[in-house]
């Protein structure tokens, strides 16, 4: 049996059009629907708790989160204590930070 790249093409666009129709057709079915709305109800509740952990220990989201929330306590602190501990903690997290990015 001889193939031309003819029916080579043919026969690979005519199996990707069949892949297409069936995952259309998947994508269109009542169980798949389902899945998806408990896929969206499980990834919005761990997006929720991953929320409520971060506020609850006082991490911050982002970057500038944590650059604001230092310098507001820069601003604030005023006790010879407390500074110290404030520069005790942004030595810990550079150190912390230069751990994390290796050498």
Wanted: aromatic fraction near 4%; glycine fraction near 2%; hydrophobic fraction near 40%.
């Amino acid at each position: 049996v001889k193939l031309s790249a003819e029916n080579v093409m043919s026969w690979l666009k005519n199996a990707v059009s069949k892949v297409g129709e069936k995952a259309e057709a998947i994508k269109q079915s009542e169980r798949f629907q389902k899945l998806q709305e408990k896929t969206s109800v499980v990834v919005a509740s761990a997006a929720e708790s991953v929320k409520r952990a971060r506020e609850k220990i006082g991490r911050p989201a982002n970057a500038i989160e944590f650059e604001a929330q230092l310098e507001n306590r820069a601003k604030t602190t005023r006790t010879v204590p407390a500074i110290q501990e404030m520069h005790k903690t942004w030595a810990q997290s550079i150190v912390a930070s230069n751990n994390k990015e290796g050498p």
